[in-house]
């Protein structure tokens, strides 16, 4: 069975710093893309960060400068590095990734249970 477990979340102050992991682990044949989502209270999920196998990345608007997706293929783990974070930041972040596990004959995605980041004074 996959699993994706986040971690790095917190409370942090304006302008702090915040580093999320999420490992993949289970019986995986191949990791395509990865990426980050997050949900604030009454709002959809919004895709912020995702990054190809490949290494192409993609951020939403409003965090590009400030935020950096990385993945370490060896680990099956994607990494999320937040800087300059802003209140508007806070959410709930979730990891999510394209794979295919050993079992299965297609790839699909798989979602991490979420890890609250919290930006206030």
């Known amino acids: 069975q996959v699993q994706l477990v986040e971690s790095g979340g917190g409370l942090v102050q304006p302008g702090g710093s915040l580093r999320l992991s999420c490992a993949a682990s289970?019986?995986?044949?191949?990791?395509?893309?990865m990426g980050w989502y997050r949900q604030a209270p009454g709002k959809q999920r919004e895709l912020v960060a995702r990054?190809?196998?490949?290494?192409?990345?993609y951020y939403l608007d409003p965090v590009k400068g400030r935020f950096t997706i990385s993945r370490d293929n060896a680990k099956n783990t994607v990494y999320l590095q937040m800087n300059s974070l802003k209140p508007e930041d806070t959410a709930g972040y979730f990891c999510?990734?394209?794979?295919?596990?050993?079992?299965?004959?297609?790839?699909?995605?798989?979602w991490g249970q979420g890890t609250q980041v919290t930006v206030s004074s």
């Open positions: 999510n990734a394209d794979l295919k596990a050993s079992n299965r004959a297609r790839s699909s995605d798989y």
């Open positions: 289970g019986s995986i044949f191949s990791i395509y893309a």
């Open positions: 990054i190809s196998s490949g290494g192409s990345t």
